[in-house]
């Protein structure tokens, strides 16, 4: 009976200090070693020491990631969690691809294009606006860059839909800050520097010099879309990167004012030396170097799924390194978002939020 009260005893205590908040607890010893709560979920690493993400693009469109389907609840509420890690820029990737647009484009419906059932580029300005947010709008993509190779074919449709826009939403909307050249390359590609230039003179013009910017990818050992490969032999040397976007810099530099390059294209290991030239290019056109941190995975052989939090962290850290101006994101509300599809995506927010110390 001794025996049992004191097991009792004992059972009740630990069951007590279990409840208890952990600064009551003290520490515990085991030898030289100390364990509390606090040591045992701090990192590794410096905290916070690296760019924070301002930025994320909206990929509504969604041709190669599942669709949430998402009506302006959803989207509102995405909103606010982009706001509390302070996200104050957002980018629709692109206002049409293919025959799927955003918005009820006269020129898009005429051309065989197909109705949207909401008009998702007036929510988004709507909700940039209430958050104070500053929004980019992604230019139309036909596809036949990516058909060709020829990036010139995406001008003609391009010269409507920009003054189309500017009439109906531009002048409406304060929130309406920029644009984004959509087309997407990573090396000397055909009609590339004449196409941005004249995309990037157009948007400019005819908006009053409001900011434009790309988004392109490094041609690394991880550029392989369209393979069954997770790596590829034939990589760019960072000599040939800074030769070959030294020449397309200095074609669209007077129109283009950023260029945020993809930053999953290339290995861990490799990104002080590509980010080190892209920033030097950046400088010597005066034009603002920012990053596209990623946040989905290309290390996975699923196409596509939030990336682990170390990956994201040393990509940012590496960004803060070479002195970038900005760090956007592809993107927040699939691979980031609490509400996510993806489980995943909420735990690489608070991973994220526990680096920077957010509340």
């Not at 916070?48 to 041709?63: N, Q, R, Y």
């Not at 129109?255 to 002080?272: S, T």
């Not at 892209?278 to 196409?303: H, S």
Request: include cysteine.
């Amino acid at each position: 009976m001794k025996t049992r009260r004191d097991f009792l005893k004992r059972t009740a205590l630990f069951g007590a200090s279990a409840l208890m908040a952990p600064s009551l607890l003290g520490r515990e010893s085991d030898g030289d070693c100390f364990f509390s709560q606090e040591s045992a979920s701090s990192m590794l690493v410096p905290m916070g020491d690296a760019l924070k993400i301002t930025g994320t693009f909206l990929d509504e469109i969604s041709h190669d990631i599942p669709h949430q389907n998402w009506g302006e609840r959803e989207w509102d509420q995405d909103f606010r969690y982009m706001q509390s890690i302070g996200i104050d820029t957002v980018i629709m990737i692109r206002s049409g691809y293919r025959k799927f647009i955003t918005y009820p484009s006269a020129h898009l419906l005429g051309k065989g294009c197909y109705m949207p059932s909401v008009d998702l580029l007036d929510m988004f300005l709507r909700l940039a606006g209430k958050y104070h947010m500053k929004f980019y709008f992604g230019l139309y993509d036909s596809g036949k860059y990516w058909d060709t190779g020829d990036l010139s074919w995406e001008v003609e449709d391009n010269k409507y839909v920009i003054d189309e826009v500017w009439s109906r939403y531009g002048e409406k909307y304060k929130s309406f800050g920029g644009w984004y050249i959509s087309g997407e390359i990573s090396r000397k590609t055909k009609g590339a520097i004449d196409a941005f230039h004249a995309m990037g003179k157009q948007c400019k013009d005819v908006s009053g010099g409001l900011p434009t910017f790309i988004s392109p990818w490094i041609d690394g050992k991880k550029a392989v879309m369209g393979t069954d490969k997770l790596t590829k032999e034939d990589a760019v040397s960072v000599q040939e990167h800074e030769r070959e976007w030294n020449e397309i810099f200095d074609g669209i530099h007077d129109v283009v004012d950023a260029c945020a390059f993809q930053d999953g294209h290339i290995d861990y290991d490799e990104l002080d030396a590509f980010f080190t030239v892209n920033k030097k290019l950046a400088d010597k056109y005066g034009m603002k170097c920012w990053t596209n941190a990623e946040t989905f995975d290309r290390d996975m052989p699923i196409n596509f799924l939030p990336i682990k939090f170390d990956k994201l962290r040393m990509k940012l850290e590496a960004a803060k390194r070479a002195g970038y101006d900005k760090a956007i994101t592809f993107e927040f509300s699939h691979f980031m978002s609490p509400q996510s599809a993806y489980l995943q995506a909420g735990h690489l927010y608070n991973r994220y939020k526990d680096f920077f110390n957010l509340k």
